[in-house]
């Protein structure tokens, strides 16, 4: 079993920037997933990034490319999502999870945080 806390979010104006954190408890294999998600009131949760320990990275959905970055910091088991240019759309709770898939898939992850909200006010 794998233990995710995630961090950082927050209020923020559009155009600023969060970074926000997801610690594990531990790593499992190098080519395991570990993904970021976001469910905004009344929507879907939806997937926004995604990478492997071994450092290989999901192509970022149309919605979050070139302002979002997923990065790892092995000796930390944590992974990153820096977030750029933030707009009010963006508004959601976001969840790191788990999967033993390289897929964008939200039934093929498994553990999850408790999520972090982040808002952007226009």
């Known amino acids: 079993q794998v233990q995710l806390v995630e961090s950082g979010g927050g209020l923020v104006q559009a155009g600023g920037s969060l970074r926000l954190s997801c610690a594990a408890s531990?790593?499992?294999?190098?080519?395991?997933?570990v993904g970021w998600f976001r469910q905004a009131p009344g929507k879907e949760r939806e997937f926004v990034a995604g990478m492997t320990w071994g450092g290989l990275v999901i192509n970022y959905p149309d919605s979050v490319k070139g302002r979002f970055t997923i990065s790892r910091d092995i000796a930390r088991n944590t992974v990153y999502l820096q977030m750029n240019n933030l707009k009010p759309e963006d508004t959601a709770v976001y969840y790191c999870?788990?999967?033993?898939?390289?897929?964008?898939?939200?039934?093929?992850?498994?553990?999850w945080g408790q999520g972090t909200q982040v808002t952007v006010s226009s």
């Open positions: 999870g788990t999967s033993e898939r390289f897929t964008t898939a939200r039934a093929s992850y498994n553990y």
């Open positions: 531990r790593r499992t294999v190098s080519n395991s997933v």
